[in-house]
T-cell receptor, first 114, second 114 residues
Framework: KAGVTQTPRYLIKTRGQQVTLSCSPISGHRSVSWYQQTPGQGLQFLFEYFSETQRNKGNFPGRFSGRQFSNSRSEMNVSTLELGDSALYLC?????????????FGPGTRLLVL | AQSVTQLGSHVSVSEGALVLLRCNYSSSVPPYLFWYVQYPNQGLQLLLKYTSAATLVKGINGFEAEFKKSETSFHLTKPSAHMSDAAEYFC????????????FGKGTMLLVSP
């Protein structure tokens, strides 16, 4: 079975621009979560989607948004980019929802904001 | 809120030596606990998961972890380190709210010398 795929793998943007990142979960997985990884803050939860609905959201500003499509693929969008948004953005998928689920991570998208 | 603390941002061992990476959790009820590994420029790979079925959990690549409720610990061990074990290791916990959201520790970089 193919793993979680994320596109693009690398991105360079300038301040004020917006960016869209894409995630395709493992086939059959219906839950997708997004995490931001930075050297200073470590791994932080952004949001979780299940069956096209946002189920949980982390403590990030409204510039960060996401959605999930009927085929479980997910996108996240960051508007009005700031230098501090430079990070590795990781997507994870799991078969269902709940604390017993194991999340499987993709390779990430590395975003650099100049 | 659930949290995990990883003691030591860096751990150095010689090849063939015992690996011990420490993780303590804060929780009023037994949580679900995970260890993930991240190799350079890659996403997170699940090593093992504790779900209360057994206190000693065996994972991939010869790693195992023991859940100790009295010590609120979930330390990761491997009897004999290999050069290929050099990576960053993250301990994580899921909340009791019903979500599968992961809260990560700050990570421990494992350095293996010949």
């Amino acid at each position: 079975k193919a793993g979680v795929t994320q596109t693009p793998r690398y991105l360079i943007k300038t301040r004020g621009q917006q960016v869209t990142l894409s995630c395709s979960p493992i086939s059959g997985h219906r839950s997708v979560s997004w995490y931001q990884q930075t050297p200073g803050q470590g791994l932080q939860f952004l949001f979780e989607y299940f069956s096209e609905t946002q189920r949980n959201k982390g403590n990030f500003p409204g510039r960060f948004s996401g959605r999930q499509f009927s085929n479980s693929r997910s996108e996240m969008n960051v508007s009005t980019l700031e230098l501090g948004d430079s990070a590795l953005y990781l997507c994870a998928s799991s078969p269902g929802q709940g604390i017993q689920e194991t999340q499987y991570f993709g390779p990430g998208t590395r975003l650099l904001v100049l | 809120a659930q949290s995990v603390t990883q003691l030591g941002s860096h751990v150095s061992v010689s090849e063939g030596a015992l690996v011990l990476l420490r993780c303590n959790y804060s929780s009023s009820v037994p949580p679900y606990l995970f260890w993930y590994v991240q190799y350079p420029n890659q996403g997170l790979q699940l090593l093992l998961k504790y779900t209360s079925a057994a206190t000693l959990v065996k994972g991939i690549n010869g790693f195992e972890a023991e859940f100790k409720k009295s010590e609120t610990s979930f330390h990761l061990t491997k009897p004999s380190a290999h050069m290929s074990d050099a990576a960053e290791y993250f301990c994580a916990v899921t909340p009791n709210s019903g979500y599968s959201t992961l809260t990560f520790g700050k990570g421990t970089m494992l350095l293996v010398s010949p």
